[in-house]
């Protein structure tokens, strides 16, 4: 149960145009174009969002156009998706509509190092590469000895 001014909702048949900031729960089951920061932002299935959303948690069930940026994101059977979306775990409902530019992990875990090219030889290891089909090849235990 949510204590007074910890949620906010756009109703049904309402619109907002603008910008919101620092906004623990919203909930847009009408029109919304808006820039917006939230802990959890939940689109319902009359909801229209159009903008840019940060969130530790986003809901979709409605329609949303824009770039999105969350750890989280639920996509409902109902929800249409488009635009560029940023996440750290996805979950889709089937039925549920990515017509989008998807990026897992959007912030970068460890930007000391930066990768080289001989970083990659560790993946193919016990395999080899064929490289006449350009393909990873098991090696057999005896050859791998």
Request: net charge negative; with cysteine; glycine share 10%.
């Amino acid at each position: 149960m949510d204590k007074l001014g910890n949620k906010t909702i756009i109703g049904a048949g309402a619109s907002f145009n603008g910008k919101i900031i620092n906004a623990r729960v919203i909930e847009i089951n009408g029109k919304m174009n808006a820039d917006l920061t939230a802990d959890k932002v939940t689109i319902g299935e009359c909801g229209h969002f159009d903008g840019a959303i940060q969130a530790d948690l986003v809901v979709v069930s409605g329609h949303y156009e824009g770039k999105m940026q969350a750890g989280s994101v639920w996509a409902t059977a109902t929800a249409s998706i488009s635009g560029k979306l940023h996440y750290e775990t996805l979950q889709m409902d089937r039925g549920a509509a990515l017509n989008c530019h998807v990026i897992h992990n959007w912030t970068a875990k460890n930007t000391a190092a930066a990768p080289s090219e001989n970083d990659d030889a560790d993946l193919l290891m016990p395999a080899t590469l064929d490289k006449a089909k350009n393909v990873a090849v098991p090696t057999s235990p005896e050859e791998g000895a």
